[in-house]
């Protein structure tokens, strides 16, 4: 049962929330879906300010902090979202968790990292299956008579050994972005429900309102 309490509270599977709750939930999700690829919400939609509009891709979302209110994914250093962001750094977040019919929109403003601490740590931490990506001989988006990968044929079946991947390190970059808004929408046969929240430049939530779907 959903429905909307006299109290200003949100009741979602019989618990009420309210707009401080609800926006401590939304970075609970957030965070835990960092944490697995089997959560809804571990794969994020990015948009970006394109020469044609608006660019949108699919991202994994790396980490989340929700004190600082920190989103934070890895992309090719040689991409268009890349050369997109450092041009504009305002981008749009979407995560959606389906079993809860829960959506999340976000936006803020992207830092880029590649030969600093921070990309060091994160390039670090990967995986060889995930430096792969970063192995291909032609930056993404160059036109190809045949359809391909990109990547040498010797590491086309076969993961690269630590060393082999470090061919990548200087295509490897970290998008870290500063969330300046978050609007929550939960979806329900019996009313949908919405609210948004902004934050201040140190992360301190300064504004929460409840919004008609």
């Not at 794969?43 to 608006?54: F, L, P, Q, R």
């Not at 041009?87 to 880029?112: C, H, I, W």
């Not at 060393?163 to 970059?173: I, K, P, V, Y």
């Not at 929408?185 to 201040?200: I, S, T, V």
């Amino acid at each position: 049962m959903f429905m909307m309490a006299m109290n200003n509270k949100v009741i979602i599977n019989d618990v009420p929330y309210s707009l401080e709750e609800i926006e401590r939930e939304c970075w609970r999700l957030i965070y835990h879906g960092a944490l697995s690829s089997k959560n809804p919400m571990h794969y994020m939609n990015v948009a970006t300010h394109s020469a044609d509009g608006i660019g949108l891709r699919t991202v994994v979302l790396r980490k989340a902090d929700p004190d600082l209110r920190i989103i934070r994914f890895h992309t090719d250093a040689r991409s268009a979202k890349f050369r997109e962001m450092q041009a504009n750094p305002g981008v749009s977040l979407l995560l959606y968790d389906n079993p809860e019919k829960t959506q999340l929109r976000m936006t803020g403003f992207a830092t880029l990292h590649t030969h600093d601490p921070i990309a060091e740590d994160c390039w670090q931490k990967t995986v060889l299956y995930s430096r792969r990506c970063y192995l291909s001989t032609s930056p993404p988006s160059t036109i190809t008579p045949v359809p391909s990968s990109g990547l040498p044929e010797h590491f086309q079946d076969s993961m690269p050994t630590e060393e082999e991947s470090l061919a990548g390190r200087d295509n490897f970059a970290v998008v870290q972005v500063k969330v300046h808004a978050l609007d929550w929408l939960n979806l329900n046969a019996h009313g949908h429900r919405r609210a948004r929240f902004r934050y201040g430049a140190d992360g301190t939530l300064v504004e929460k309102h409840w919004l008609i779907p």
